[in-house]
């Protein structure tokens, strides 16, 4: 993978970004996504952000590699705090764990002023992302599910909307459109899960009985049932 030829996951990320948008690629790593998006000329301006130095260093270094110290801004700083209200029409994070997205997400809501796009890539949990988008004013617009090396990815599209998205429990853990359409992904990634939800309600019924445990049972069998009938 380089910023002329991204990883299919980084790829289904940049085909949610439309022409002319302002992106801020959030936990950047080698700022290939937006290095990318500027050179196919779908943006014109872009800001890396990076928290850990050796990523940042990495990100600097592509960006100059490419030319693109014009158009691409690289920031050091956690999360959000990179970002100034309005600067941006568009925010990307991925490759990071659905409950540390939305705790960046979280963290710096006041930095998502004028931002009207997020676009979203857990590699696990996109359930609490999708919790999160509900509570906060944002409306999934679009999902896509793939496969690459063995693991299955989601990203999720959202934008700003002042009417609430009314999701069921099944469409908040499976995903609303990714429910609808059930691709072999989607399928492949449910029947795994499953496999691993059953083996470990074996394992809770071996335990000694507690109400706290009784109460994570209850929770588990309701996922095992979610999941049971997406996929039959």
Known sequence: MNSNQLSQRLKAVADFVKDGETVADIGSDHAYLPCYLVKAQKIHKAIAGEVVEGPYQSAVKQVKQDELTEQIDVRKGNGLSVLSPGEVTTVTIAGMGGPLISEILENGKD?????KKLILQPNISAVSIRHWLLENGWQIKDEKILEEDRKIYEVILAERSTVRQPLSQQ?????????????????????????????IQKQMEMAEQSSSLTEKKKQLEQKIVLIEEAIK
Do not use: D
């Open 171 to 199: 469409e908040l853990l499976l995903g609303p459109i990714l429910l609808k359409e059930k691709t072999s992904a989607f399928i492949t990634k449910w029947e795994h899960e499953l496999i691993q939800l059953r083996n």
């Open 111 to 115: 930095r998502l002023e004028g931002v």
